[in-house]
């Protein structure tokens, strides 16, 4: 068998952007890592990108072939063509990174949505390697996954499946985003807790998330912060994060008497720093909605295991699969 | 090509049993109808159904060769060995009735759920023609369902996937037979809805669904007992009936959300029935609660197309899928 070569991996997110060597095992090194600064518009992010780029090659063992860059972006990407649609953390729209990219520096680039690769990642390289049925689930300042059937990811017939984070467990709640009530996204992303903890501060609850927020200068709730504040047992926080967990429970229990997988996992800033705090409550809350109560203990309902790395592995999983299909060669002689 | 026999195919229910002959293409002729009258025990619904199978091969062209018999079955079955295991509406516990029915007339004899080969009479002679993925929705006393994805009756982990009638749609509302609160099939089976009804009319709404149940000899609510009362917009029905038709959007949107699905199909008595009227507000109502909000009208949501036909055409599906893994010839000299 023939040696493949890295692939650069790119996780662009709205605050940072991280980026890595991964080789053919799925193996990230090299890691890069800066702060996206999208205010400062698409043109200086893309100079930071091939800043990182080139210190990964330059960092590589002289002569260690780059196959391509694949990106997984915080929004919607036509595929194709290699253009980011619509990244609103980003502030961008209809921008061409693919080609902008090429040209400056002149390796195939490959893009997806920065879920899709995660959870690709995660059932490549992570906990679900070698599962036929896994179900991905991110949470973060939304709530977006991937459903992979028969070892593949699913795309569904327009190819928008994977759509979970708008999945109603309830039917009165407050609004999400997307228009509905119930969605587990206005129930249980980060932003949904941060107006549930700000909604009970107001009805006169003690809490210290909202000082927390602010001595660690954000203007948003971060995982850092739930963190802290649930080591503290900050009742407002633990109220709050019990209440995202039961409606993740109720979708985890759907999920699985639905598809019956193999895993379910969780990903996203909240899995990566709280693993079994926040998934436990939550696997034991959906076994009890299991109808089938064969071998249980056999889903594996779990967090990532690649955490932050995930959508960087994943994302160079997708642009050797996609090379392979072009039929060009990964490789040096072997 | 050669040309295959036919296959007969059942639908072993707990109140009637349905029997045909089905062609390769998935026609059923010859259709054989009786009353299963479960109480008179295991051995006389045997005899029924051999009869029932005699007087088919009686029938059918002289020298026409019969390849099997095929049986959807109300519970749960071992496929592999030919045993119902479970089936409370016959009253049967492991019951052997492969061996004994190949005993009987020499044929073999395959079983299965009884929803799960109607999905698959859908899927490959019905409405989900083709389709890579498509989601059967069987609404009866209880809800059943199966999930088509790549082409394939999905099995997953366990080989218990495709309980759909208990996803949960809703936090607070009436207990399912399942012991979790709010799923569908406590919303929106036949059961629940006659359970609302009686629940109504306590409550001191005028109704006439009970005395026309009581006209048509019906302890429990029939779909001709729904489709009558919604005729006569009998105002206890049309609330019970839009419920639960909620209930099924909601349900509806979230497969559609996950899965993305060429087709959404509806089967069982009151879509048989009722058809449009019972499928078209659950469209509408879905509909509204898809993210993707592209080629929306692509997506089918319609009631089944074979009717009470899709269980036994299934099954000879089933049956024909099955002789083929183990080899065997269907075929005369074509």
């Known amino acids: 068998m023939a040696a493949s070569g890295i692939v650069i991996g790119i996780d662009l997110g709205g605050t940072k952007i991280l980026a890595g060597a991964v080789d053919e095992a799925g193996a990230v090194t090299h890691v890069q890592r800066e702060l996206t600064h999208a205010q400062d518009g698409a043109d200086a992010v893309i100079n930071r990108l091939v800043g990182m780029i080139d210190r990964i090659r330059a960092a590589l063992d002289p ?18 063509a290699g253009i980011v649609d619509k990244a609103p ?94 969605c587990i996204e206005a129930l249980a992303s980060r932003t949904s807790m941060e107006r549930d903890v700000r909604q009970l501060i107001k009805k006169g609850m003690k809490s210290k998330v909202l000082e927390r927020m602010e001595k660690k200068g954000r203007t948003v709730i971060s995982s850092g912060v739930i963190a802290w504040s649930l080591e503290r047992q900050d009742p407002v926080m633990v109220k ?59 889903i594996q309902i779990v967090p990532t295991q690649l955490k932050e790395v995930a959508p960087i592995a994943g994302a160079a999983f997708l642009a050797r699969q996609r090379l392979e299909k072009r039929g060009q060669v990964l490789s040096v002689a072997g």
Chains 1, 2 share one sequence.
């Open 240 to 298: 709050v994060f019990q209440r995202a967990q039961r409606a993740l429970a109720t979708f985890t229990a759907n999920m699985v008497n639905a598809l019956d997988p193999e895993v379910v996992v969780f990903g996203g800033g909240i899995a990566e720093r709280l693993g079994e705090a926040f998934v436990g409550p939550i696997r034991d809350q959906a076994r009890e909605k299991f109808l089938s109560k064969r071998d249980v203990e056999k």
């Open 63 to 80: 002569g260690t072939p780059v196959a391509a860059v694949s990106i997984g972006v915080p929004g919607g990407v036509n595929i194709e």
């Open 89 to 182: 953390n980003l502030r961008w729209l209809n921008v061409p990174l693919a080609a902008l990219l090429e040209a400056r520096t002149g390796l195939p680039i490959f893009l997806d949505n920065d879920v899709r690769v995660a959870v690709l990642g995660e059932h490549a390289y992570g906990v679900g390697r070698g599962t036929q049925t896994m179900i991905g689930v991110w949470v973060g300042t939304g709530i977006g996954g991937g459903i992979i059937i028969n070892g593949r990811l699913h795309q569904g017939s327009r190819g928008v499946a994977g759509e979970i984070g708008h999945s109603i467990v309830v039917r009165k709640g407050p609004q999400c985003p997307c228009g509905n009530i119930g």
